[in-house]
């Protein structure tokens, strides 16, 4: 129909940070987490797992579309534009 949309990520609940206040964008940029919801490179082990940090009952694996979280949402197009599929 001409009324989906595209969806994209976004990080939910948006600004979402962890306990010690790093969100989303730390993660990302600091290599915190692969796009997966693994582990990154930078991450240490001895910081203890993604859960140790938890805020707001999630954590950046839950809450980051960089890190394999986040939630989708769609570019729909107006409510107040007709929408139809073709016949």
Request: hydrophobic share 30%; glycine share 14%; aromatic share 14%.
């Amino acid at each position: 129909s001409r009324c989906e949309g595209s969806q994209h990520c976004e990080d939910a609940p948006a600004g979402w940070v962890d306990s010690w206040g790093d969100g989303c964008e730390a993660y990302v940029a600091n290599k915190y987490c692969t796009s997966s919801g693994d582990y990154g490179e930078a991450w240490r082990w001895y910081w203890g797992a993604f859960v140790d940090f938890k805020n707001l009952d999630h954590t950046a694996a839950t809450a980051c579309c960089g890190c394999g979280g986040g939630g989708n949402v769609s570019t729909r197009p107006v409510a107040r534009q007709v929408c139809f599929a073709p016949t």
